[in-house]
């Protein structure tokens, strides 16, 4: 593997961020972005994640550390001279310019030829299926093809990176989880690098090569979609990322990569020893809904629990079941829309099942 293969295309090392000197909204940020990657950058409102992707872009400084992009330190290089392509969630596109002018602009100030612009343009409308709206201005268009527009303007002039700032925010669910597989295929078929800010969980995991979950400036875990999901790191993770049962429980017995852990009301689980510390210290049992199983067969599982319907909603594909067990009222199972579970009624008293594997003891909430 060479050397270009190896670096990382874009890296924060040991950045931080503060606004007055003495509160950092960025904490020690080390990450690397490889060559061609879609970058997620996840967390909620206040977390740092749109001010790392501010940093990158140039319109913020850091306090401290370096931002470098392909092997430069772009720390105290102007926004306007770092390459990078950006779209917004207000898409800022020019009122007063056609969709053709507006995608032709960022080439413009680049001085590229006119052929080459009229050809580029041409390819960008295409790319994003707005062949034929090249005349139009941004008032006559859906906020949709707006946002079409904002992304081919982004790409248009062949960046070397790509920065995505809730670009999907404003569109209604049907609309963003279209253009969330828009994107998502443009990206395949350029191989561009993106960066990509959001604080909607489903939205990265669909996205994504690999999810920076943020938390109070610092983060708290880089991993693929599925591995972020399955195997989360922290209660904080675990929580975030898609719906999750927990039980805040006391550690018994460590046996390896196994613990026992033992729930208020007297009951004792087996999960895996996550992140844990030693006995008799508390810890976060997190359990994912779509893992458990009522009424299982006998000797199925070695976590088996009794509890109590509360709650039945129809879903279509699922069932979600609220329980009420292990001292919780809100305790969810997605069941499967099938016809074995077509007779669970609410009230009625019922087993309750999972692997060790998984339950995860992490850290306590």
């Known amino acids: 593997m060479d050397k270009s293969a190896r670096e990382a295309y874009v890296s ?15 904490k020690d940020l080390k990450l690397d972005v490889q060559r061609g990657e879609f970058m997620t950058m996840l967390g909620p409102s206040g977390s740092g994640k749109t001010t790392c992707l501010m940093m990158l872009a140039g319109f913020e ?19 306007w001279k770092r390459d990078i392509g950006i779209v917004f969630q207000n898409y800022a596109l020019f009122p007063h310019m056609t969709v053709q002018e507006n995608l032709a602009y960022p080439m413009q100030v680049r001085k590229v030829s006119k052929s080459d612009i009229e050809d580029r343009v041409k390819k960008a409308l295409g790319m994003v299926q707005l062949d034929g709206f090249a005349g139009r201005r941004p008032g006559q268009l859906s906020g949709g093809q707006q946002q079409r527009v904002a992304v081919a303007r982004a790409l248009v002039f062949e960046p070397k990176l790509v920065l ?24 395949e078929n350029l191989g561009v690098t993106v960066v990509y800010v959001t604080h909607d969980q489903a939205e990265a ?29 922290n209660a904080f993770v675990a929580q975030f990322i898609g719906e999750n049962n927990t039980f805040l429980a006391t550690v018994k017995e460590k046996n390896g990569d196994q613990c026992v852990a033992q729930v208020d009301t007297g009951e004792t689980l087996t999960a895996l020893a996550i992140n844990i510390g030693q006995s008799e210290t508390k810890t976060t049992l997190s359990l994912r809904p779509e893992r458990v199983t009522i009424n299982p067969n006998a000797g199925e599982f070695k976590n088996v629990v009794s509890g109590k319907v509360k709650e ?34 609410e ?10 594997e998984d339950c995860r003891a992490l850290d306590a909430l």
């Open 312 to 345: 039945l909603i129809y879903l279509g594909d699922h069932i979600r079941t609220r329980l009420e067990l292990c001292g919780q009222d809100n305790f969810i199972v997605k069941v499967q829309n099938a016809a074995r579970h077509s007779h669970l009624l």
């Open 61 to 79: 400084t850091a306090t401290s550390g370096d931002i470098i992009l392909d092997g430069d330190a772009i720390n105290d290089v102007p926004p």
């Open 347 to 356: 009230g009625e008293t019922v087993q309750v099942g999972w692997h060790i």
């Open 12 to 26: 924060f090392n040991n950045v931080q961020k503060s606004y007055d000197g003495v509160n950092l909204v960025v």
């Open 205 to 233: 995991l669909t996205m994504s090569n690999r999810v920076c979950v943020f938390d109070d400036g610092v983060v708290q875990q880089v991993a693929a979609p599925n591995i972020l999901y399955e195997q989360p790191d």
């Open 164 to 187: 995505m700032d809730e670009p999907l925010g404003a569109l209604d669910r049907q609309l963003r989880e279209q253009m969330q597989y828009e994107i998502k295929h443009i990206h």
